[in-house]
């Protein structure tokens, strides 16, 4: 099966790539430049496309991704710092991203002859994201069902959409993905904060998993506390 990874450069879509490259047939990745603070992301979903020997494009939709405003992710709104699954990542949440992202990916993969598309969507986003919930993995299917009636059968891989985070980490590491060359902090500084949602959650992530983290944390620490206040 010939299949499109959608890849940000972050864990979880690099992880995807890696089993991709081991099950089907990787035609190669694409990625979106939308404004995000943290771009610096796409170079590692370069690095990701290199290593497989699979082609790479970057779409540029930062015009668009200016008309989706009042994000943390491409406004100047702060990063909020905490538990992934707080109300406060809500600030997070880019209008449509994933609906928008996986329509250009299908249109690609229709015009290239391409049989599926994949996303590394998980179930740890269910509660921030809407657009990554099994509801609408399934009803995005059926609408390019429809769309691409006739025309072309492209199917959409989410293999992730029922998993937590951890299970990524041990999906990847059964296929050899370099972690540490993953970008996961929203806030796109040098190092990883370690202190924002998804930096949290990546820490989290590898703790259950059992997987040792090699990612550099500017604040490797904060992740426990963020769990205990969450639980509390």
């Known amino acids: 099966m010939k299949t499109v990874v959608v890849c940000s450069g972050g864990l979880d879509s690099v992880a995807?790539?890696?089993?991709?490259?081991?099950e089907n047939e990787l035609a190669g990745l694409v990625s979106f430049d939308y404004g995000q603070r943290h771009r610096k992301e796409l170079g590692f979903a370069a690095l990701c496309a290199e290593r497989l020997g699979a082609p790479h494009q970057i779409v540029d939709i930062g015009d668009?991704?200016?008309?989706?405003?009042g994000s943390a992710l491409t406004?100047?709104?702060?990063?909020?710092?905490?538990?992934?699954?707080?109300e406060t990542m809500r600030s997070t949440v880019v209008p449509n991203r994933n609906a928008?992202?996986?329509?250009?990916?299908?249109?690609?993969?229709?015009?290239?002859?391409?049989?599926?598309v994949a996303t590394a969507v998980h179930g740890g986003d269910h509660?921030?994201?809407?657009?990554?919930?099994?509801?609408?993995?399934?009803?995005f299917q059926k609408m390019q069902d429809h769309a691409l009636d006739g025309y072309s059968e492209i199917t959409l891989l989410a293999p992730y959409v029922h998993q937590p985070k951890s299970a990524i980490v041990l999906d990847g590491a059964r296929h050899g993905t370099p972690f540490a060359l993953t970008w996961s902090c929203y806030k796109g500084g040098e190092r990883h904060c370690g202190r924002c949602g998804t930096c949290v959650e990546r820490r989290e992530a590898f703790h259950l998993a059992g997987v040792p983290d090699e990612t550099d944390y500017a604040d490797p620490d904060f992740w426990r506390a963020a769990i205990d206040a969450r639980s509390a």
């Open 127 to 139: 509660f921030i994201y809407p657009d990554c919930r099994p509801g609408f993995i399934n009803a």
């Open 64 to 69: 668009i991704g200016r008309s989706l405003s």
């Open 75 to 86: 406004d100047d709104v702060a990063v909020p710092d905490g538990h992934y699954a707080e």
């Open 100 to 116: 928008i992202m996986l329509a250009i990916t299908f249109g690609i993969a229709s015009a290239r002859g391409l049989d599926a």
């Open 16 to 22: 995807l790539a890696h089993r991709i490259a081991a």
